[in-house]
T-cell receptor
Framework: QQQVKQSPQSLIVQKGGISIINCAYE??????FPWYQQFPGKGPALLIA?????SEKKEGRFTISFNKSAKQFSLHIMDSQPGDSATYFC??????????????FGEGTQLTVNP | ETGVTQSPTHLIKTRGQQVTLRCSSQ?????VSWYQQALGQGPQFIFQ???????GRGNFPPRFSGLQFPNYSSELNVNALELDDSALYLC????????????FGPGTRLTVL
């Protein structure tokens, strides 16, 4: 069962524009929501993360908006640059005493920023 | 770039064979997780090791097994390889078993023919 759903599957944005990627989750026990950026041939790199007691977090050009009641969160990339072209994954984490902390990933969004 | 390294970078095996993948943990990180990423999909959690013991497992069969060594490095072993095992295998490390921040290595690309 897919617990984290991500959209859109692909996104094309002009340089300087705003990229918006959305995710929805089902399990209310999730307590940590990171976004990862992955370039071809590389492993995912942690970009920014938020906890459910915060509605927004901003780091540079990247902002996470979090809506706990709707069980949704989104990544906004301001002033998008060609170097931002990559695949972005949202994820959710749940801590279990016997199972540690595991990440459940969305399906990914391939972002292309045209110059 | 994280301090997590994986070897080999690429690997080609035939169906039914066995494979061992290796991961060296980032300094100060004592927990290692393994993920499988099929082409065009998000990573899927295989299992996690903490203090040399498995302390969490995803929906993967027993032919996927692992080890963690005293220096926190880890191995992923897959027996009786199937075509569907072709994927990018990612290792992720963290400071503690419950630490949500995971730092991924570059992965090992496994192709099963």
């Amino acid at each position: 069962q897919q617990q984290v759903k991500q959209s859109p599957q692909s996104l094309i944005v002009q340089k300087g524009g705003i990229s918006i990627i959305n995710c929805a989750y089902e399990n209310t026990a999730f307590d940590y929501f990171p976004w990862y950026q992955q370039f071809p041939g590389k492993g995912p790199a942690l970009l920014i993360a938020i906890r459910p007691d915060v509605s927004e977090k901003k780091e540079g050009r990247f902002t996470i908006s979090f809506n706990k009641s709707a069980k949704q969160f989104s990544l906004h990339i301001m002033d998008s640059q060609p170097g931002d072209s990559a695949t972005y994954f949202c994820a959710a984490s749940i801590f279990g005493e016997t199972s540690g902390s595991r990440l459940t990933f969305g399906e990914g969004t391939q972002l292309t920023v045209n110059p | 770039e994280t301090g997590v390294t994986q070897s080999p970078t690429h690997l080609i095996k035939t169906r039914g064979q066995q494979v061992t993948l290796r991961c060296s943990s980032q300094s100060g990180h004592n927990t290692v997780s393994w993920y499988q990423q099929a082409l065009g999909q998000g990573p899927q959690f295989i299992f996690q090791y903490y203090r040399e013991e498995e302390n969490g497992r995803g929906n993967f069969p027993p032919r996927f097994s692992g080890l963690q060594f005293p220096n926190y490095s880890s191995e992923l072993n897959v027996n009786a390889l199937e075509l569907d095992d072709s994927a990018l295998y990612l290792c992720a490390t963290s400071r503690l078993a419950g630490a949500p921040k995971k730092y991924f290595g570059p992965g090992t690309r496994l192709t099963v023919l």
